[in-house]
């Protein structure tokens, strides 16, 4: 049975064809604190370790030679100030459902009150690899190609985990429409 809660949030499936190179992993990756500190309580009260979040390299570090190609894909789609992070996620990282709040993205682009026009992407650079996992909406994303694209609406709720034995890399996408 669909919610009103269900009904203000979109998921969209494509497949991207793979321009890309290895060269995400190589990237000058770092660890950033969940900007959330009530839901990591609700989290920690849950059982969840405090591992949450992986590894990022977001557009204040050098991207990838190829990064600009993604801008462009996804301004072709109409999204305006297109933003991009590289994510490392390593064995027994688990970011539980949450829907994501864009706090320095909506600071720089002045979009208060104007949320609900957020968009986000998730492309996964990689072949699934056995442990890797993606949940939207309660609906499980596993055995993806690379190149799999998820984009959502603002506040949509979703997660990731990695309890496979290699690294899950993806790229993340922002912006507005």
């Given at each position: 049975?669909?919610?009103?809660?269900?009904?203000?949030?979109?998921?969209?499936?494509?497949?991207?064809?793979?321009?890309?190179?290895?060269?995400?992993?190589?990237?000058?990756?770092?660890?950033?604190?969940?900007?959330?500190?009530?839901?990591?309580?609700?989290?920690?009260?849950?059982g969840y370790?405090?591992?949450?979040?992986?590894h990022m390299?977001?557009?204040?570090?050098?991207?990838?030679?190829?990064?600009?190609?993604?801008?462009?894909?996804?301004?072709?789609?109409?999204?305006?100030?297109?933003?991009?992070?590289?994510?490392?996620?390593?064995?027994?990282?688990?970011?539980?459902?949450?829907?994501?709040?864009?706090?320095?993205?909506?600071?720089?682009?002045?979009?208060?009150?104007?949320?609900?026009?957020?968009?986000?992407?998730?492309?996964?650079?990689?072949?699934?690899?056995?442990?890797?996992?993606?949940?939207?909406?309660?609906?499980?994303?596993?055995?993806?190609?690379?190149?799999?694209?998820?984009?959502?609406?603002?506040?949509?709720?979703?997660?990731?985990?990695?309890?496979?034995?290699?690294?899950?890399?993806?790229?993340?996408?922002?912006?507005?429409?």
């Amino acid at each position: 049975m669909q919610t009103d809660s269900d009904k203000k949030h979109t998921i969209h499936h494509y497949q991207l064809y793979p321009f890309w190179n290895d060269e995400y992993k190589h990237l000058e990756y770092f660890h950033e604190t969940f900007n959330d500190t009530a839901q990591i309580h609700i989290w920690q009260g849950q059982g969840y370790s405090k591992n949450f979040t992986g590894h990022m390299c977001d557009m204040r570090k050098a991207q990838p030679t190829w990064n600009q190609r993604f801008i462009e894909i996804f301004q072709g789609l109409g999204w305006k100030d297109v933003a991009t992070s590289y994510y490392k996620m390593g064995t027994g990282t688990v970011l539980p459902t949450h829907g994501d709040l864009y706090s320095k993205y909506i600071e720089i682009f002045k979009l208060n009150g104007q949320e609900h026009n957020i968009r986000r992407a998730i492309v996964f650079l990689e072949d699934w690899q056995p442990g890797h996992y993606a949940e939207y909406m309660d609906r499980p994303f596993v055995d993806w190609k690379a190149g799999a694209t998820v984009e959502w609406s603002y506040d949509t709720p979703h997660m990731a985990a990695n309890l496979g034995l290699t690294p899950r890399y993806t790229l993340q996408i922002t912006g507005h429409m």
